[in-house]
């Protein structure tokens, strides 16, 4: 297929495609550009840009931070957790928080460390009040971190240790 343009013609199709190509851009444009908190879009020197893509990588590890805890806190209020499924949730995310922003870094030992503390509650290795308080110092941590709001309503209630002593099987837990 051949196209055959003549002298005026290849001109008016070259601006219309530059014209298209400048569209698409100011698009694009609109969407990826910081705004104030009145609306308007920011010019930003190289290093507020630095500042504002840190921002949005912590954010989005927070995100992250939140949804693993919301995993640890799903199988620490289990009336029988099952062992094998919290260690697969543990080591995911043990693997996924070896590397992130400084800024998140007390955060991800924090959920790493209540990740393994909840292994050794599910197999009677420790106490589960031990692991709901190592829980609950990552909850704190992340909670430091989160600059979204969320209204308690929308969260389930966190486990909470209780006083009285369990007992544990090796691999089998009763509350």
Partial sequence: MELELEGGSAIG???VIAIIGLLLFGLVGRFVTPVDAAGEPQWLTPTQWTAYKLQKETHGETERL???ARRIQRILE???????QAMLV???IYANYQTGSSAT???RIA???AAEATVKATVGEIPRDEA???YQRAKERIHALSTVTHSDDDAPPAP???PSPKVFAPLYFNP
Avoid at 78 to 84: A, F, G, L, Q
């Fill in 66 to 68: 939140v949804e693993d």
């Fill in 111 to 113: 959920l790493i460390a």
């Fill in 105 to 107: 870094a007390a955060a």
């Fill in 78 to 84: 289990s009336e029988t957790p099952d062992p094998v």
């Fill in 13 to 15: 199709f070259l601006v």
């Fill in 160 to 162: 909470t240790p209780t």
């Fill in 90 to 92: 543990a080591q995911e």
């Fill in 132 to 134: 709901i308080t190592s």
